[in-house]
């Protein structure tokens, strides 16, 4: 079992940058694949960024590539989403995910979800 806390999300002008971390439990963790996927009012939650378990590879959404960059910590146990040049089309809340499977090649069905933090971008 792995349970996921996120922080760090706020508020920020466009432009302006924000660090997400996700604080895992779970001896596990360090072996499995993690995201963070996004879900802004009134539309679908999206997939965002993923990390496979060593942190040797990673795969992001178009919208956010070359701004945001997803990294991880195993003797930690941490996943990190740093967020550059953001836009009000970020606004979203901000979840992180982990699967039960080390590689990202499969993104879109997280066996562990957080509770999510607010990002909002202003104008």
């Known amino acids: 079992q792995v349970q996921l806390v996120e922080s760090g999300g706020g508020l920020v002008q466009a432009g302006g940058s924000l660090r997400l971390s996700c604080a895992a439990s779970?001896?596990?963790?360090?072996?499995?694949?993690t995201a963070w996927f996004r879900q802004a009012p009134g539309k679908a939650r999206e997939f965002v960024a993923a990390i496979n378990w060593s942190g040797g590879r990673t795969k992001y959404a178009d919208s956010v590539k070359g701004r945001f960059t997803i990294s991880r910590e195993n003797a930690k146990n941490t996943v990190n989403l740093q967020m550059n040049s953001l836009k009000p089309e970020d606004t979203a809340v901000y979840y992180c995910a982990a699967f039960r499977d080390p590689n990202i090649d499969y993104v879109a069905d997280p066996a562990y979800w957080g509770q999510g933090t607010q990002v909002t971008v202003s104008e």
């Open positions: 779970g001896r596990a963790f360090s072996s499995y694949a």
